[in-house]
């Protein structure tokens, strides 16, 4: 992944709590506020039985520490596989600045980042940011569900089931929801 330097958006409201539609304000695994340091946000869509509209299927906040821990949580193997995975896909654009080119929000905010497809031709997508200090602070990122399921692939088994057990305590779940997906598929986060 490439990242900018000057990078310092306003937080688009795609990224805000579903929970009080406002920005986040503390990690959802540890509780404490992010101060200064940087934090990250991913965001998990499905579209509904009828396909009208998309519904969420987790969301989380976590600071920076908290990821670092995560990470030291997966598997040797998975983070091997996670690693020759991003360097086939190719980087993004090499830009020293943002001020280089025009970045449309929307259109970020709207197609995946791996396939290009519009969300109106998706099934599923992961929204993921960077932000520090209120402001998003590298480009936001929409994963479809082709690369959903390739990353999926590369966790090991034991990385799998750390992952379960951490949705199964700190995933913010709409209640009537959280029942519709009881059983149905793992939720595999794509912020590693
Ligand atoms: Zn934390």
Redesign the pocket.
């Known amino acids: 992944m490439h990242f900018f330097f000057n990078f310092s958006e306003d937080i688009p409201e795609e990224f805000h709590s579903s929970e009080n539609h406002q920005p986040h304000t503390?990690?959802?695994?540890?509780?404490?506020g992010f101060g200064k340091d940087h934090?990250f946000i991913e965001k998990a869509f499905q579209k509904t039985y009828d396909k009208t509209e998309f519904q969420l299927t987790f969301e989380y906040a976590?600071?920076?520490?908290?990821?670092t821990?995560m990470m030291k949580s997966i598997s040797k193997e998975s983070m091997q596989n996670i690693q020759d995975f991003a360097m086939n896909m190719g980087a993004m654009p090499r830009l020293k600045s943002s001020e280089e080119v025009e970045i449309d929000m929307d259109f970020l905010l709207n197609h995946c980042i791996a396939s290009g497809k519009s969300l109106d031709d998706l099934e599923e997508y992961h929204l993921v940011g960077i932000f520090k200090n209120d402001k998003l602070v590298q480009l936001p990122m929409v994963y479809g569900e082709s690369f959903i399921e390739e990353y999926s692939e590369l966790l090991s088994e034991e990385t799998k089931g750390f992952f379960d057990d951490f949705f199964n305590n700190i995933t913010v779940l709409p209640p009537t929801l959280a029942k519709i997906l009881e059983d149905e598929k793992p939720r595999r986060p794509v912020l590693i």
């Open positions: 503390e990690c959802s695994v540890c509780g404490n934090y976590v600071c920076e520490r908290c990821k821990d």
